[in-house]
């Protein structure tokens, strides 16, 4: 995802909406977080204006005269230890390891402070459920209720205020929480929230896998100790040899029927890949010094290759449209101000797009050195990507006219793909007016391949049971929507009686100050 580019078109977005010229200056003054967040290797004032004069140019927006920057000022420190450049020095590249520090909240890295106007917009969206709308557990508390006094609490916006319930959240349990472990065992475990099983044909291509890494290991040990191979060799030959046996099984599974064996297909394909890149010390140096770039073209684009099948457009870095709809539902022509200027929205760094609706997406982040979980990972991954799958949710229901027959029947499938990790967000909403996020484990593509077990062979079976949850889902809006034989009327006197309309998602605005992506 292009943060940067994001962040420039909001910038004159905002600009046109409050009729001001745009310049770099006051870009930049607005974008301090994100320029401090940014680590460049180049000239500070070159790369922002370059980048600032193309977006322009494409955007086809109109530059005024910007005042001069000062870059040491800006960032609060010497300018000899980063890439600032005056008017009469030219300072040095930052070293290696150096943090610059941010200064103030960052739509992207950090949740939004509720304001009160914010939470009278999530009161009024729990006032409007009546009883019926609600989720009932079998002690007689109401989902929602909870959820609601969970998120009154809240100093920063949470899922919740999307009526979002995480069932792996830690934070939604008590003491400090407002759920009890058996209340969110219940949730999580109503209806059947599971993946789909694979079939008995991929379950022996991944089995021939496991079995034949074990043997391959433990021929090799024999002709060490018989003296055929050197004692000395062990950790590179045994990889290698390793990577022989993999190789020739898989290609021994034959050619699969690309029509009536797609998924055998591309599971023999995309192994065959990932052996090449083991061969040649690719993923090594991926996950070393790679860039995010780097790993969405070698790694994680392979999976996109699943979904091929299913006839659907999988798009690398676009604007979801679910999201962009839902950012401005309610804008309208009131006679009274100017007609609002169109919100931007969440650009995922995969959309998985079919006749005009959207099943899933993808946010994929490199390693920050942070040795656990980034902060950019956290709040992507438990706010951003939650709401943007309940927006995917919302669109998805809307073709099915909303018939609680098929809503609950449907799921969105998001993929956290950072560094080398992957797991596997589903969300559906089985119940009430609730959207259920549940979740997988996180797996590790290991860089050696005596280790696929572990990380690569559990992530290509996800990825197989994601296609097939999504195929499941097209099925439930195609049948739908042939079966539908609603009577068209005027909206007053259509009865709605089998409808369900979930909570729209909570769309709270920082100060037009800050820059939001």
Known sequence: MNNIDQAIDAYFQNAVEQEITPTLHD??????????????????????????LNAAKKAGVLLGKSKKIDWEALLGHDASNSNVSTENKTSKSPTTGTKRTRSAT??????????????????????????????????????????????????????????????????LLKPEGTFTHKQMETIRSYGYPGLPYLSDSLKAMFNLCSKTVADAIDKYNERTVAGVESASRTDVAMEEWVLRCLTAKVRECGNFDPYEQCDEEWLQSVLLDFFRMYRWD???????????????????????????????QTRRDHTSTAAAADANRDKTLTGMSPISAQQPSFRPDLVLFKNGIEFGMAECGKDDGSNGVSQKELVETQL???KLLKSMLLQVAAKCNNRKSAVRKLKTIGFAQFHLHMNVMIMDSPSGSVCRLSRTPSYRIATAPSLIQSGLLPILKLTLKCKEVVAKTIDVVESTMRADDEEPDVRSVMTKSDTVELPPVARFKEKKSKMSA
């Not at 402070?113 to 006032?127: I, Q």
């Not at 996950?287 to 006839?311: H, I, K, N, P, Q």
Request: proline content about 4%; charged content about 25%.
């Open 384 to 386: 951003h990507c939650p």
């Open 282 to 312: 690719v993923l090594s140096w991926v996950s070393t010094v790679g860039s995010e770039a780097d790993l969405v073209s070698r790694v994680w684009s392979r999976l996109d290759e699943c979904f091929y099948s299913l006839r659907m």
């Open 106 to 171: 960052n739509s992207k890295t950090d949740s939004a402070p509720l304001t009160p106007s914010m939470l009278t917009e999530f009161k009024n969206v729990y006032k409007s459920l009546t009883e019926e709308q609600k989720w009932k557990l079998p002690n007689g508390k109401f989902v929602e209720d909870l959820m609601y006094e969970y998120g009154s609490n809240c100093e920063y916006e949470h899922a919740v205020h999307s009526f979002i319930l995480d069932v792996d959240d830690p934070c």
């Open 27 to 52: 870009f930049v003054m607005n974008a301090k977080d994100l320029i401090m967040d940014t680590e460049i290797s180049e000239n500070l004032n070159d790369f922002w204006s370059i980048r600032f």
